[in-house]
Nanobody, 123 residues
């Protein structure tokens, strides 16, 4: 069973940066497409950024130019570099995976979710 452990969240002021990490176990990591998702209070979970097994990336319009997703296959880890953070970025951030990039983009994931990491942007 694939497991996800997210870390790196925290409380920051608007304009600051954070780097999230997600360590994946129980899979052949390099074969999987990875996604970062977030869920704000009272809202549905949404895709923030995704990266295919080959390194292609996709971003939500709201984070383009500010967030960067990357992966290190040797460390079974996917990262999300978040710059110029805004209060509307406040949410719990999760990662997840699928063998198909399309499934990561659509959020149609059959596996379980990790605990997530809280990101709070506030002055």
């Amino acid at each position: 069973q694939v497991q996800f452990v997210e870390s790196g969240g925290g409380l920051v002021q608007p304009g600051e940066s954070l780097r999230l990490s997600c360590v994946v176990s129980g899979s052949i990591f390099r074969l999987y497409a990875m996604g970062w998702y977030r869920q704000a209070a009272g809202k549905q979970r949404e895709l923030v950024a995704a990266i295919s097994s080959g390194g292609s990336t996709k971003y939500a319009d709201s984070v383009k130019g500010r967030f960067t997703i990357s992966r290190d296959n040797a460390k079974n880890t996917v990262y999300l570099q978040m710059n110029s953070l805004k209060p509307e970025d406040t949410a719990v951030y999760y990662c997840n995976a699928d063998l198909y990039f399309s499934a990561v983009l659509a959020g149609t994931l059959g596996g379980s979710w990790g605990q997530g990491t809280q990101v709070t942007v506030s002055s």
